[in-house]
């Protein structure tokens, strides 16, 4: 009895032990001599604990072993940490992704205009906003131009006076007061555009008297620049208006100098005129406060002011 003990206890030691080897699961015995179809045998899987060895705070996650902890951790006897594969992917994808930073990120938008300049209005009325619009003006006869401009809205808008603003130029002399004050009735009568008159005849006459009047004018003044600019004491006046419904189309000092012109013999200076006349030749500041060229306007008033000193005689 003794005996039999003791023999199965000496085959038992002597039997061959799995051994875990540093590349992995992979089971080495001791060598043997050699099987048949050795070459074909399928490596040993690893078996499946049986569920109930499965500890209850996996089973409840629904995550199974094999997904939650390597095999030399479970082997080990140490307690399997649970984790989600989709966390891991998570974490995979944050190795490879480059942090830009926020300026890179976010490209600036187009610079905040005025609102009534849209993506849909015409590129010279944009160009037409954004350089010259509310830009103070001392050249006389830049002044001039934008006085007949501002007198033809009454028969054309922006988009369409600034188109034929070429035309404007070439049949009015680069609107030399001079030359437009010789202009006679001949003159009066070619100033058309495929055989239609660029304006009524009622303008293009009111041209032609404003222009002698802006000579006379220039005579006693020394230009018509310092004129205009002495309505506002030569500094332009910001009206600051936040919306668009808040720009006015005349102001008691458009209707002064309204009255000042008639008075003078000039023609087709209502206040209306003589108000759009001062927004775009800058004597009144009326972009939007929330416009790029609002802040800009007000640093060309103040430069424009400086040269206007300089060029003045002591």
Known sequence: MAMTV??????????????LGPGGNRVRVPEGPKRKNEGLKKPPQRPRKPVSEIPASVVRKNVSVDSSCSSDTCSSGSSPKTASPGRTLRHKSLRHRKL??????KPDGPPKRCEWITANSDPLYISFH???WGVP???????????????????LN?????????????????????????????RLQSLKVNGIPILSQQKLRAIVDN???VVKVQQEFGSFSKYCWSFVNHKSINNGVRYGRQVPVKSPKAEVISKDLMKRGFRC???????????????????LVTCFRHKECDANVKTALELEIEKSPN
């Not at 003006?137 to 028969?155: G, P």
């Open 6 to 19: 003791a023999t199965k206890l000496q085959s038992s030691i002597c039997e061959p032990r799995a051994v």
């Open 100 to 105: 830009v930073p926020n300026d890179v990120v």
């Open 130 to 132: 954004d350089e010259e």
């Open 137 to 155: 003006v001392y050249d006389d006869k830049k002044l001039f131009e934008v006085l007949v401009l501002s007198q033809s809205l009454a028969e």
């Open 158 to 186: 922006w988009p369409e006076i600034l188109t034929k603003r070429d035309i404007f130029r070439n049949l009015f002399d680069n609107f030399d007061p001079s030359s437009i004050a010789q202009f006679d009735e001949k």
């Open 211 to 213: 222009a002698i009047q």
């Open 269 to 287: 200076v209502g206040p209306t005129v003589v108000y759009s006349f001062m927004q775009v030749a800058g004597i009144v500041n009326d972009h």
